[in-house]
């Protein structure tokens, strides 16, 4: 299983979607406001709502966090009872071209269409160069955009027969929100990489990224969109159709990993429940004499807990974060240092421990090489690290940015190398073998490409991987 | 010729465009950036830059003044040696809509195309109507979107022809920039409604609403883009084609009387000598006994000079502008301290005058009639309207935004009126006939509606009459 | 022990300062900028540098956190070889007023001055009734003005017998920085109320609230001011004098409790070690069953580790905090959304469980209620408050904002309906005999006034009591 | 009367001050703030307000232009029926201190105090070195501070007396502002400097740097406050005293010649008519052949009128003002283009003339250089630069901010080379002589240094001195 390329990534990408309808009349903005704030988690870069109602639609978009770009103000004027929402961290895509701040929105024969995507396309260029092709343009660089164009110009009789068409076409994965006019469409890829969920209160009937979302708007109960299925909120009726059928679920084993917020039910999965019993089973391997267990915080603390209570160790706060950090002009050219003003080693609780450091995944490497630094500057005996997932050894097609293969290649460091790379006294993570088996038979509906290095041929697109010329991924048959 | 509505119209609508090729590959943003400074009176809701160089596309686009929008980092990295800009104020459209700014800008199967537009189709409805049929989408609510979207479904075998093609569907007004990948091209519509005007230097190559522009640039040599005309700058050559021709041109005389910069030479007028020569032929009639000739600033000042000298009355400054105005957040709702903050009377200059005050035309009359109030107060004995051109009487459909027809007629008053609902002791204006006289022979070569009433049938479209519901406008035959 | 009043501060005052000289004559505005971002948890509402050097003195203020209020080039600008910080959250004073902003500098006759100062004077409006009928007058709302007046009327020969003199006057906490041209002092009140640090490397001479700070700079070995003591650091000397003698240190036990960063060693305790065995005392004293141990993030975590460890019971991370909170525009209003936004509440670790739920204090109790009511929400079978702290019962006359004596009293609850007010299953916090004894013979050098009601009286001016009106704390001859 | 430096002053300085009783109780930061609007030409660095009200006092200060400082909701929350404003340039003191931003306010053994000032103080450095000595300290470098302690520090029995006090004490320019409490004062200097007036209507009672503000405020009877005045608004009344006796008044007239509005009545004298009358008596000494007359807008204007009139030749507008200036990043290296940006050249108006260009004075010169060139290139045949006032030829110690008398010199032209240095074909400006001339026997009553080079000894300090060490100031007995 060699030669690994465990440093490469920086997972940090993805999108919230929301959409909403008041079952009243009232306004939605508030609740969408609220929505794309508990999204936030899923993208920082950008925030838009689009609104629907009887004085037509209105739309507000903009850069930065959810509550930078809007004001109560801004709220007020978003009038109308059907609107959907996006936060989002560019997969691709100039990120400063305002046109690619979703939710992109036009006018069209159909009327007035807005749509909020989360995922990643791997058949983009190829679609795209068929539509240029047949005369459409692109205003921008977010694959959103395909979607509306393959709507327009299907020949389906009427929205689902059209949405199975898409479906047809389009490789890779997307959760997404239509809004035509007052109907709120909403369709999961039929792998199903990336959940969506809805439920209905009274008031209203919401769609969104996370189960999370839909409590905030006081939604309990929630059903999940079903790889391949569509869904149409029209009027006061609710709608949904099974367009998309597949061999083999691709659900994001990521999601729950890191992705996802922990009060979340992500594919049916608790995602804290997940989380801490993935630190469970790391611990059952533990082979080393521990004296405490420390989380990363805050996104290696579940793992901890399951941790510390399989290995009968305390689980101790010797990172703690400061809360304080946001965008420092100092930043930029210091990555050490960033991670030193947003960690705080408490020497007390690690001086002369032999300490377990748990997070979630192993990513690009750089920010566990300094914590390692400044757990043993503060006195650590021994630093264990231990990722709750197994390591990432393969580009992810489906959403996550990898920018050149080139980049990929040069991180590639051997796993046995990785404690000298790392400057651990040792590093463990969660073996492929064991996540499957904590997922037990539905295990067979994830995806786990970025671990494996093994794709499902019917959702790798030539698009995607001409951006990866030079990397043969194994696509195997038995997959 | 009554009733009339002398009073209903916002003048101040319009863009300014301009495209610039370095013919040495350097970067062309900052001649750009100085340029839409140079033509900032032509819009300043919202502006922006389009490059094209080595390194693809850039853009840089948001709302506000064009001092505003860009900064010295901004135009550093707008890279390319080829590039358009824009500077606008909306003729209709949601102004708050980020897609609305232009230039707009698409990838398609030409490659990148970028679009700069000054003008107003008059068939805007229907070409929507029919591209949309065609399965097309309108990112935007301005009528640029149109010509890109002509452009692709144009069967013509080249640009020229193509071109071509549009001009036969599109009536209206438009002064166009295209871009496509790193060929410019530029075009005016048969009727020539909009200035355009190009030149070139050792280094440049530059196209733009106003000559200003040009000489800012640092050539003073220019040519104008005949109506009709499709120029292509390409490589190093210049090919200019006349793919439409009509009957009548209909250059819009209010380009001479308010829109254009005073140093412009526009459709081969000097903006400066023809409003001082409508001054001084207003002068000409005066039948009042004067003291003191005093313009509206700054406005004003041209035909101000030239009636000043034809009636040998002396000039004086009884109304001086402030510095110091902008947007101040009391002004909103209270017009009248508006042009109180704005403009400061200088009662020893006018105190027992019998004033003849120059307006450059006669637009809402709110503005009017406030000054009238406030040289009263200054103590005037006198105060004598003179405006130097002919009252305002129709819609103009090419360019400026008239809500609905039913403000149009509620604001309509009498000419004979005048006096009265102004305050003033006397109010004069310029005849259409003096002002063709003015023109003499190249009168036949300008649009007069607004002025009129009556439209030449060639350019008004069935969509722009649908927004003008109940009124008829006198389009007659022998125009 | 009645009636009693829990719920009555919001304990989010203080300041944090730094003060810095390089030996080596550098720019010391980048260490003090980053010492301030370490201190930032004691303030967030202004912060200020001011620095001293060949080219005179230069100084940056501003409302906001420290990274807001400087930049790169502001930092630039801000050369000098030594200088103070500031950051704050007002304990009096009018907020919008830049004058408060610290650190103060004025020019006098001994040359520039500046102060940064943490604590709060209670026998300020009487010194400043003294100093203005001398003839000063003053420019802020801080009580740091007092000591700059004090200083040079001061009839004291030497800056030693003149801080003596202060001493003497002054009542009340205070850690104080002076820069006097190119000489740095500092000071503690002879009672310890507020901490003070300082050490030094190669090239620093660092003083500060915290020694996180001086970590921050590089410096792991420090040594405290002690009550009473001034320091000098001249040319590269330093020197410490004694000059203020008390019967009894009166150190601030809140400072360990909740103020101080859990890395920061504060009146020779370890802040962390001290929170977990808080805990741990807390869980000695547990008489309920309790299935899991869930900390209020991040200030209740030390504790909870503690009780968790000592009870045996799991540490479950059910509530978890959103990083993406920060100042939103629906907050102002309804502060259990605020809450709601702030935790997330993991409905599956908690579901259906008995919790110890621990935070650090109990001060206003609207907070907790929330919690309560959010954790009942999502299935706690019960939930058992635990403070590690005694409760809240009397005001604090030195450094804590309690508007009024009347909303003291109105808040008042009495302790055995703290359950009903707080809808908790159970109320436990730790009693002041237990808090006292983890400090053991130390405990003498501690004031625990807010929760006892007891006074010193030599720390009591006639000033503070003047402001808590119909308030009497008993000022026990026997403390 | 040589060596000559003409070159070396940016006039740009100065403050406008106002202060507004309102007798209804109501309140006055509205007033206060559209007085400042019309007095922002004396200053746009920054604005403040301080009112006084039965809650106390608001105050609300900031960097910037009055629009910009504040806000409607500012504005609301400065109630209180008494205040006083100040909007400055700095004449001295680091501008970046936000202490130095106007009015200042302290709390004193008096109460509270505010203090508005416009001037410049020549015996400061003796003034503050004395009050230093009694213990005061200076929070800012504004001289305004000065006044606040000369006035507790004086042995007065009553505010007239002390004021007297102050006046023997201060040497220099001042128009003052102060609100103690609830009572507003306000002085002007015994020489007169500076102007200041003041009037009341039914609802308000106003002071104001000039006429113009107080007609803004609806008051158009006016009186000046005499040179050595006091006057005390308290209660409903009005008191004024004559505390401050000289031989000599010394107005300044370049309050005439520039700074004022030209609406406004400063001195007695109308400003519009006294700058027409200026270019009226410039032409008289008019030898060349000239074809048209020119402004230089718009300071230029009102001499231009009158000098046009006098030599009966056609006032042009060659030069027009582009009202899209502001501050430009392009600006700082380029004052050139500066220059270019902000004034437009009409080719029509002055191609083939011979052209009188009317400044209203000659200071740096680099404008003037610049216009000259920029003209010729648009084919002007001769330019006869003509200013309306006498060269600068010594530095001005009441106002005006001269860097060193290094720079002075540096800049020092002979008058007869003047024509070269500023390639003009001719330079005339008003000899002193004619200026005095026109102020007819008042001109006794005027200050004239900066053009004579002589000063009255009573107003010149050490202080002032001390800043032009090897400048020889000629102090004549006869003055």
Tied chains: 1, 2, 3, 4.
Aim: net charge negative; with cysteine; glycine share 8%.
């Amino acid at each position: 299983m060699e030669p690994l390329n465990p440093l490469f990534l920086e997972m940090r990408e993805f999108c919230g979607i929301v959409g909403a309808v008041s079952k009243k009349g009232k306004d939605v903005s508030e609740l969408l406001y609220k929505s794309l704030f508990t999204l936030q988690h899923r993208g920082q870069e950008s925030a838009g709502i689009v609104t629907f109602g009887e004085s037509g639609f209105n739309t507000h978009r903009g850069f930065g966090q959810v509550k930078d770009v809007f004001s109560k103000d801004i709220l007020k004027e978003l009038t109308g009872h059907i609107g959907i929402g996006h936060t989002r961290y560019s997969t691709f895509g100039d990120y400063r071209n305002v046109n690619n701040i979703q939710p992109l929105f036009v006018s069209s024969r159909e009327g007035f269409m807005a749509v909020a995507h989360n995922g990643t396309l791997t058949n983009y260029d190829e679609l795209r160069a068929e539509l240029e092709e047949n005369g459409y343009v692109f205003h921008s660089s977010t694959d959103s955009e395909i979607f509306l164009y393959l709507f327009l110009i299907s020949e389906g009789n009427n929205p689902e027969e059209k949405f199975k068409e898409i479906m047809k076409k389009v490789k890779g994965a997307y959760s997404l929100l239509f809004l035509i006019n007052d109907r709120l469409y909403f369709l999961r890829d039929p792998w199903g990489f990336r959940p969506l969920v809805f439920g209905e209160s009274e008031d209203y009937f919401v769609v969104a990224s996370e189960t999370a979302a839909l409590k905030q708007a006081g939604i309990n109960v929630y059903e999940e969109v079903q790889p391949g299925d569509v869904g149409i909120y029209e009027g006061h009726n609710l709608k949904i159709f099974n367009v998309g059928k597949v061999l083999k679920k691709e659900q994001c084993v990521f999601e729950l990993i890191y992705f996802s917020r922990p009060d979340s039910i992500i594919f049916g999965e608790n995602v804290y429940r997940f989380r801490k019993e993935c630190g469970e089973r790391l611990a059952m391997r533990e082979k080393r004499e521990i004296d405490i267990v420390m989380p990363v915080p805050d996104s290696g603390i579940p793992a901890s807990v399951g941790y510390s209570k399989a290995l009968g160790k305390p689980l101790e706060f010797g990172l703690m974060r400061s809360h304080f950090t946001g965008r420092s002009f100092i930043e930029p050219s210091e990555r050490d240092k960033k991670v030193r003003m947003k960690l705080i080693p408490i020497q007390e609780a690690l001086y002369g421990m032999r300490i377990a450091l748990i997070d979630d995944s192993l990513v690009r490497g750089t920010t566990s090489r300094e914590i390692v630094k400044l757990l043993r500057e503060n006195g650590a005996k021994e630093v264990h690290l231990r990722f709750a997932s197994p390591p990432i050894v393969a580009p992810c097609f489906f959403g996550i940015d990898i920018p050149t293969v080139e980049e990929l290649m040069a991180s590639s460091v051997k796993l046995r190398d990785l404690e000298e790379v790392l400057d651990a006294d040792s590093v463990q993570y969660l073996p492929l073998k064991v996540l499957k088996d904590i997922l037990g038979q539905r295990s067979e509906e994830f995806c786990f490409s970025c671990f494996s290095g093994l794709y499902n041929p019917e959702t790798v697109g030539e698009g995607i991987l001409s951006r990866f010329k030079g990397y043969h991924p194994r696509i195997l048959d038995e997959v």
